[in-house]
């Protein structure tokens, strides 16, 4: 009796600290998506569900690496500076995040949007690959992501793809691998990619 309860009380504890968070892409206006797309602008907006969000504030991280090492790390959204500011007072939390890919001029640039505030205009090199740079998140074929609250939760890689056998590059084989984000480029041999975390501290 005594370890159902401990057992109960475990698994209810852990739903606790979960969260969900599943993306929705562009805006409503399909004209507007052709104008974004024509300008090789992605805008994804990230929505959070779970009672563990309360209480807590956003920190959006970009990590670059070359050669498979962290060679640069940007707070996008600085929620531990920002706190008064930043904290999330309900079990609901969302914002967009806006990219820029110039695969001509080597330019990627962000931009963070929420109703309350935006963050995170910058702008970073890329490097010439022949296949160019794409923006990929880490869903795959599913819907909704479950993640505990303490992780670091991977949204985004601006990658370059993996080369097959046939010549052909993938991009989607390399996000959709079971390897840690960070682990991508010495695992598919990348050069250089981008990554993009939140953590909710």
Known sequence: ????????????????????MRVDFGVEEKVINHILD??????????????????????????????GELVKTDTLLNGIRDRAFLEIDSSYYEFRFFSELDNEN???????????????RRQYALQKDKFGYAMKDFFADKKVLTYDIAQTIPLLAMITPHE?????????????????PEDLGKHFGIPHYFLVTVSFL
């Open 164 to 180: 097959q056998k046939n010549g052909w590059g993938s991009y989607c084989e390399v996000v959709q691998a079971n390897v840690k």
């Open 38 to 67: 024509f300008q090789n602008i992605t805008i994804e907006n990230f929505k959070f569900k779970g009672e563990a969000l309360k209480g807590k504030t956003p920190v959006v991280i970009l990590k670059e690496f070359e050669k």
């Open 1 to 20: 009796m005594y370890l159902w309860m401990w057992v109960a009380a475990g698994l209810s504890f852990c739903r606790a600290q979960e969260i969900k």
């Open 106 to 120: 080597l330019k990627f640039r962000t931009w963070i949007r929420n109703a309350r505030f935006g963050a995170g």
